[in-house]
């Protein structure tokens, strides 16, 4: 039949906008990028590729997990400096309400922020109309037992153990991002016009006799400040110095913790805890990723031997098979 | 009253009134704005818009409100702005801006967008509004801009001006008051088009005269239908009794179609502005959705559902939790009395929101971005491609639609056109056959000469003396009836030009049959000039013969007629009608002739793939005529129906007829066709062929183009089967052979084209297709379709012939909504297949065009458009492969990442009190999506090839493995989930191991519950960042760019957000965390175990596939390697054998 159109068919509605529709589309650029021709590298997932991988994270993670494994165990033995972290359990630092509890502008010695201190820290904003320094839950709550360690001599006479009570939190937010109201006055004066935490014995002007770990830069309040991730959490409480190397730095024998309880737990079941320990280069005693190290190791190798043998039957078997594909 | 509310509707930028007609039928114009002569009927005056065109959306003034109304009308953009109002009005854990940031900016890109793009509307708008027109004012010639014409000014057009509204062509400066028009800058259809002018004011050639004709034009309201038009005009002379003629859509000139070879015409606007046709037809192209993105809906509702579950779980949770006192408020953490004052139920819902908002992140705001994005950048590729570029015609593809690249890659059936796209749509007059007697041109081409070619040879007996009279009769009806048009100056752009007989000469016509014939014609009997005069006072010159004839009628060809005829005198005076149509609408008017002779010749012609047509005559005697032409005259000024009153007309003239014979056209078919027919088949793509020829000449194409091959088995579903056989047995029959087959043997998707599986073709002609569409008497009418679904299921290839244009529409429909609801492809090149394709386009599929000579309105219309029917082998198989798997990968992988992210905030909430505590800072939150996962992603979505591109191309079948959906089915996307889900649980608890009452670092100190989040938040940034380059097959440099780029930003950012005390921030609680934390050896080893062991079983899963039931892609992946593998392979396991012994 005739496809025979009356020339009418032919009248048709583009969008009125549109009058250079008929412009003929040049030709395209013979780039690499515009053909998608690009030179590249095709790597394909097989297990001939994978295969070595999994022997080299086996070979490679085992090892490691060993040592990791090796190392944590040895934390025990107490040599070189000795950590003490006190410990508390149900503790729920990482609570929202409580984790935003605190005015970081304040604690930067922002006087602005001294004197009045920002919403997030309510209840703990203001007592008795005057502003709280340090405001917040946070601080409010700061851990106040003090513990003492004594070596029981022979004499019975016990001796007590220095406890080292700088270089606790981290250099950058004892020398940065924690800083006292500037001022050339005392401490106190610096902080006139504020009022402490409403759980706290002391003024935070009294927190200590150094100047220097005074204030808002105390350590043990800035260590506290950091809040724990986990409701189980350990906070460094002192150092220990190893004195000579000929001496252990707790030597074997009696020792005797004194503690002035100061600090509630038992409302919300509760635990505390006081831990010694030695750091190794990879931190305190976790048998975690040790563990997890060989594990691993041991189950990529594992696999891979898996891999190989289904690679090899898979091989003899399709073999075969591609050639009628 | 009325009116205005018309105008008021038709200037909200919808078009399409429906019920248009119901409000004011008419209107009436006077031309020139002069009132008619008293006593004439009184019209009531209507108002009219200007003819200011506005095609953009929004204006200065309503650009803000408007534009973020529509963009919230967008379900997740509207989400977004919830959570985000919750943020603003309650104490959430997270601040309103890190999900206000990633809206705002998602906001503000897309309507900076569509500013822009509204911005270029209003510039087109403007430069078109305000370009000048010439219209006459008190007989004087006065320039306006055209934006304020009024309906009923008389305007002149000058040559290659476009019309600036709708026009009725009053008169031009030719003599014969036709004009020549193209509508090029509409369609790019650069053919010439005739209009006729009034007769009775086509002698008003100059200014002065114009003023001086008093008339009135009365037509219908205005509609969309451009090939529709009727109206009536009364011409006032001095004598007081009007003349009325009717005006059809010749009389018509639409705007934006420009005017040439034509000095200059007069008309008079009836429509302007928003109401011209072409503006009445400016549809914004809806949004279609594709299957990816509404399996990604569906995704998005099983995330919300997760979403919130996952807040109701922890709500739950927490106030059981609480329901301890000390737990609820230890005295550590009291709550301030506003808190405490409270209302259980609100604190309850407030907390629910809390959790909502906490993990909102789960259903991300970028992805919606990055898709988008993807699309847009995508569909490039397309237009880039240069194999897909066609030298001949310099045409390139062109993506019309981005929203669908991914659905090329899922197509499933494919409806094509065969004349021109299948087909060159180049035609070649074959041989013509008289009164039995077969005549053979030398070689003849359209377009291509032979020099030697010196005429039409017969190749049997020579005619006797009483058949020479039919072979003149049949010469000329081939030179008379047709619209072919001629044209003389040789610097035309119209490819046709036949240099022979000293002058150049261009036939032009809207059917390359036509030019065919009559150029077959005239190289045979050396008929210099065809002059056509399209008027009722026209001649047709056949100087051979040295005849001149007299056009009185042309009764123009439709397709559902199938016919055209025309009337002429001759110089003796004798009236002769010439018809020239399809055998199938010839045959049954014949009444004499050789019919059997010519019927068996046509049906060999058309085995051989040729087109033919049939020419019959008659002699009319004047009464007759007469006759006719009232009959005619009567039609045409009819205003209601007239084109049905017309249908009855031509039938009842073109009866009666005498057979003259017929021709023989080819139509070759288009280089390639073949090898990407069966290219598709082996793809497991379903080809039909729609077409309107004769089934024979159909079936022949279908088996040049090997959509049959020679095992097909064909089954025929054809009018003559139906009439031996009822269509109920003809129909089960045909399921029964069918269904044996695939009974017997369980069809496989796979091994369906191995050799031994009976191949099934069908056959079905428009009769037939029409007998099972009709609803049966009992309304029982779903039976017959639902067999013929199960027939065509189970068929590789479909040749619909003998189909009217509204069929092919019907066909396609019916396949959209079987319920397997596959994606139908339907590609074409014409008019004819429009209202298929505009049916493909309702239900979602993508449909495609080819380019071809019948002009770009097909292009202009579709979702993509390629220059040759071959090209489609590549869209389809190379690139809608790659925009498929690339858009899979982006959708789940987004999912993936996000429950990466928010899982472990999740689980956190059990070692927080379900606090709704963080578990990374704000700066992480927000930029997570938006910065550090986002770019690897997008490139990848765009440069990913798991395969090359010429293996694609070489194996179709590699796109069944993508088919239905496959990468995106629930298997696949919970493999993702619980992906997410394990990688989240080893993030979490791998840190939590890592920090559970111990220290990490080598002087003591501890660290506290941020560098806990960050520890985590590295660990999966790394852990996310490598699963995709695990994913990833194609690595160019922009890749290794990319994603090791967004590694080192995500280091260098997160050194910079915790090296300094930022000023405007209250809190400062990252300061030096990630530092800290990269200064502990543990927490190095802890992120390299735990990404490890997170991408450890996506390595395991993806190996033991591919080992163990390894896909054809990755069969040809390994295939492609095998070589350099297989000596690595060796290499390295020699190597570890020999690690192994040591």
Redesign the interface.
Known sequence: ???????????????????G??A???????TAF????????????????????F?I?G?I?IP?GIG?FVTSNNIREIEG?V?M?Y?LSN???????????????QL?GDSSALLNP?KEC???RRNEDKPIAPCG?IA??MFNDTLELFLMGNDSYPTPITLKKK????W??KN??FRNPPGEESLEERFKGTTKPVNWLNPVYMLDSDPDNNGFINEDFI?WM???????????YR?IERKSDLHPTLPAGRYYLNITYNY?VH???GRKRMIL?T????????P??GI??IA?GS??FF??VV??V??HK?RNSSNTA?IT? | MSCILRQLLTLSSFPQCAGEENWVDSRTIYVGHREPPPGTEAYIPQRYPDNR?V?SKYTFWNFIPKNLFEQFRRIANFYFLIIFLVQLIIDT?TSPVTSGLPLFFVITVTAIKQGYEDW??HK??NA?NQCPVHFIQHGKLVRKQSRKLRVGDIVMVKENE?FPCDLIFLSSSRGDGTCHVT?????????H??HHAVQDTKGFHTEEEIEGLHATVECEQPQ?D??KFVGRINVYNDLNDPVVRPLG??NLL????TLKNTEKIFGVAIYTGME???????QSKSQKRSAVEKSMNVFLIVYLCILISKALINTVLKYVWQSEP??DE????????SERQRNLFLRAFTDFLAFMVLFNYIIPVSMYVTVEMQKFLGS??I?????M?DEDT?????VNTSDLNEELGQVEYVFTDK??TLTE?NMEFKECCIEGHVYVPHVVCNGQVVPDSSGIDMIDSSPGVSSREREELFFRALCLCH?VQVKDDDNMDGPRMSPDSGKSCVYIS?????VALVEGVQRGLAVTRIQYCADQGGFRNCPHFFFRFELLEIL????VR???SVIVKSATGEIYLFC??????IFPRVIEGKVDQIRSRVERNAVEGL???CVAYKRLIPEEYEGICKLLQATKVALQDREKKLAEAYEQIEKDLILLGATAVEDRLQEKAADTIEALQKAGIKVWVLT???METAAATCYACKLFRRNTQLLELTTKKIEEQSLHDVLFELSKTVLRCSGSLTRDNFSGLSADMQDYGLIIDGAALSLIMKPREDGSSSNYRELFLEICRNCSAVLCCRMAPLQKAQIVKLIKLSKEHPITLAIGD???DVSMILEAHVGHPPWASVIGK????AA??SDYAIPKFKHLKKMLLVHGH?YYIRISELVQYFFYKNVCFIFPQFLYQF???F????LYDTAYLTLYNISFTSLPILLYSL?E?HV??DTLKRDPSLYRDIAKNALLRWRVFIYWTFLGLFDALVFFF?A??????????????????W???MLVFTVMVFTVTLKLA?DT???????HFVIWGSLLFYIVFSLLWGGI?WPFL????M??VFI?MLS???AW??VV?LV??SL?PD??K???C???WPTATE?V???N?CLS??Q??IF??S??SS?LSF
Not at chain 1, 91 to 105: M, T, W
Not at chain 1, 226 to 236: E, G
Not at chain 2, 254 to 257: E, M, P, S
Request: glycine share 8%.
């Open positions: 039949m005739a496809m025979n159109y009356n020339s009418k068919d032919e009248v048709d509605g583009g969008p009125p906008c549109a009058p529709g008929t003929k589309t040049p030709r395209p650029d013979n515009k053909q998608q021709r690009l030179p590249a590298w095709q790597p394909i997932l097989t297990a001939g590729t994978v295969l070595p991988t022997f994270i070979l993670f490691i990791i400096n950590f972290y410990a503790f729920y630092q990482n609570h929202r309400r409580y984790v935003k509890s605190r005015d970081d502008s930067n920002s309510e209840p703990y839950a409010n709550s270089s606790i939190a981290w950058t937010d940065v991002k260590v950091r809040t724990a991730a986990l409701p189980n959490f350990r906070k460094l150092l509630p409302s919300f079941d320990s750091i190794s280069w990879m931190g305190g005693k976790n975690f990723l997890a190290y691993i189950i990529s696999l891979g891999l190989l289904i690679n898979y591609d594909i | 065109i095609s854990p270029l509307r087109a708008d078109m476009t509508t090029a800058s509409l369609d790019g259809e650069s053919s088009k005739t969309p451009l090939y859509s010749e639409l705007r934006g179609a011209t046709k072409m503006a009445l037809n400016y000390f737990r230890p005295w550590y953490n009291q709550k301030t009395e490039y590729f237009t880039w491609d240069e194999d570029f310099g045409e390139g593809p062109l004349t021109g749509n619209t809207s059917s390359p049959d036509e123009s060809f439709d397709s199938r016919r055209m020239k149509g399809a055998d199938s609408s087109r033919t047509l309107g020829d004769k014409g008019a004819n019948e002009g770009r309105q202009r219309n790659f070692f927080c009190g606090s709704q505590q963080t440069m090839q090359s591109i791998g939590y191991f890592m920090f559970e009452n111990t220290t990490v670092t080598n002087n003591g100190q501890i660290f506290g519950n560098t806990f989040g695990l097959h194609y690595w160019t440099w922009i890749n005390i209250n809190y400062q609680r300061y030096y800290q502990s050896g543990p080893l802890a175990l490890t062991v450890l390595v395991l993806k190996v033991l591919r080992q163990l069969r992946q390994a295939k390697q593998v297989e690595s392979t390295m396991l190597q570890t690690s």
